[in-house]
């Protein structure tokens, strides 16, 4: 079991640009999850999906961000027009469902100059 | 809303001491508690986790939890700590039921004294 995969690890970006992020979460896990990690901020949790649907994104800045699960394998949190505050490390984390317990991966540390 | 106030950024605590580390959380339902720790430059890792029945819940390295309803506290303790547990944990809350959203306080960075 490789756990959750992140891609890039790091990404830097200069400000205005488009930054993608990519996760395969744990096969068979029904549930993943996207949340911002800062100094400042802590753990922000920003969306989730449960077998592919949205399920709350009540975390995620509506203007320029957006995540999709186009299938089971893989989702994706895109930054739009990128600012310096986007900074910081991107964790997702999957799970079985209703057990409640995340799996996470190492992270996406996104720098926008 | 679900919250979870972890009081203190900072712990330090020496090497075979005991230690608490305290959470309070904010839930109208029976919540799901847990505990994850994060160490230097790795991913979170779960602790423990309490859903129902025996309030102590035990986890890994000798880490426990006490859910007390009365108090909305689920702490941490450990009886005796070792250098290699330095790193920052983090209280979370989720619904029992329903929405899965975790909502994780803002951590405690422990730090081991030789």
């Known amino acids: 079991n490789a756990g959750v995969i992140q891609t890039p690890r790091h990404k830097v970006t200069g400000k205005g640009q488009e930054a993608t992020l990519w996760c395969e979460p744990i096969s068979g896990h029904s549930a993943v999850f996207w949340y911002r990690q800062t100094i400042v901020q802590g753990l922000e949790f920003l969306t989730y999906?449960?077998?592919?649907?949205?399920?709350?994104d009540s975390g995620m800045p509506k203007e320029r961000f957006s995540a999709q699960m186009p299938n089971q394998s893989h989702s994706t949190l895109k930054i739009q027009s990128t600012q310096p505050q986007d900074s910081a490390v991107y964790l997702c984390?999957?799970?079985?469902?209703?057990?409640?317990?995340?799996?996470f991966g190492e992270g996406s540390k996104l720098t926008v100059l | 809303a679900q919250s979870v106030t972890q009081p203190d950024a900072r712990v330090t605590v020496s090497e075979g001491a005991s230690l608490q580390l305290r959470c309070k959380y904010s839930y109208s339902g029976t919540p799901y508690l847990f505990w994850y720790v994060q160490y230097p430059r790795q991913g979170l890792q779960l602790l423990l986790k309490y859903y129902s029945g025996d309030p102590v819940v035990q986890g890994v390295n000798g880490f426990e939890a006490e859910f007390i309803k009365s108090n909305s506290s689920f702490h941490l303790r450990k009886a005796s700590v070792h250098w290699s547990d330095s790193a920052v944990y983090f209280c979370a809350v989720s619904a029992n039921y329903g929405n899965e959203k975790i909502t994780f306080g803002a951590g405690t960075k422990l730090t081991i004294k030789p």
């Open positions: 999906f449960r077998n592919q649907a949205p399920i709350d």
């Open positions: 984390a999957s799970s079985l469902g209703s057990t409640g317990q995340l799996y």
